[in-house]
């Protein structure tokens, strides 16, 4: 069975230190880019960060300087750093697969497989 | 960054109606749009990619449609368990800006 599982959230104080951790399984974890997406209690979908098969890491203006996305292909896992958090980081963290479709230089990507989430609450 | 506006916000229907859900970004995409559905405390659940196309095991009821700026979500007779919230998402360029959603209530 296709699935990612993530871990790591809590509770934390404005300023301080989180990692987030995404295992994934049924799949080869290797070939695919991933992501990063949160929802703010009640809000909407807000993509955080992505990491593509090279390495190659993007983030969203909120988070970029403070989280630092990674993956360790041996361990099928995918990584969330945070850093300086703030009471505006506080949301449910998902990690959500890359699929991609088509063929030749023409491709499309959509979030085909995502975790259940994990709850990161910043408060003092 | 690519805005995603949606429309509505919100819409009540009758199990049995069509329903059409609009996405519009700020600027041109092609077709690199995508739709996704969310149940209270759950994953978002992809549903199409590329605009128009059914990911595998989403039931034909729903299609997609629109290329451009202008793109459109239907479920053509809306059933007890899609009442949910509706994402559209830009894959055109990093950010992968979500549209704000449309919540699905039951009439």
């Known amino acids: 069975e296709v699935q990612l599982v993530e871990s790591g959230g809590g509770l934390v104080q404005p300023g301080g230190s989180l990692r987030l951790s995404c295992a994934a399984s049924?799949?080869?974890?290797?070939?695919?880019?991933m992501h990063w997406v949160r929802q703010v209690t009640g809000k909407g979908l807000e993509w955080v960060s992505g990491?593509?098969?090279?390495?190659?890491?993007y983030y969203s203006g909120s988070v970029r300087g403070r989280f630092t996305i990674s993956r360790e292909n041996a361990k099928n896992s995918l990584y969330l750093q945070m850093n300086n958090l703030r009471a505006g980081d506080t949301a449910v963290y998902y990690c959500?697969?890359?699929?991609?479709w088509g063929s030749g230089s023409n491709y499309y990507y959509a979030m085909d497989v995502w975790g259940q989430g994990t709850t990161v609450t910043v408060s003092s | 960054d690519i805005q995603m506006t949606q429309s509505p916000s919100s819409l009540s229907a009758a199990v049995g109606d069509r329903v059409t859900i609009t996405c519009r970004p700020s600027?041109?995409?092609?077709?690199?749009l995508n739709w996704y559905q969310q149940k209270p405390g759950k994953a978002p659940k992809l549903l199409i990619y590329?605009?128009?196309t059914l990911q595998t095991g989403v039931p034909s009821r729903f299609s997609g449609s629109g290329s451009g700026t202008d793109f459109t979500l239907t479920i053509s007779s809306l059933q007890p368990e899609d009442f949910a919230t509706y994402y559209c998402?830009?894959?055109?360029?990093?950010?992968?800006?979500f549209g704000q959603g449309t919540k699905v209530e039951i009439k």
């Open positions: 990491i593509g098969v090279g390495g190659d890491t």
């Open positions: 049924g799949f080869t974890f290797s070939v695919y880019d």
């Open positions: 998402q830009q894959s055109y360029s990093t950010p992968r800006t």
């Open positions: 600027e041109t995409i092609s077709k690199y």
């Open positions: 590329a605009a128009s």
């Open positions: 959500a697969r890359d699929g991609s």
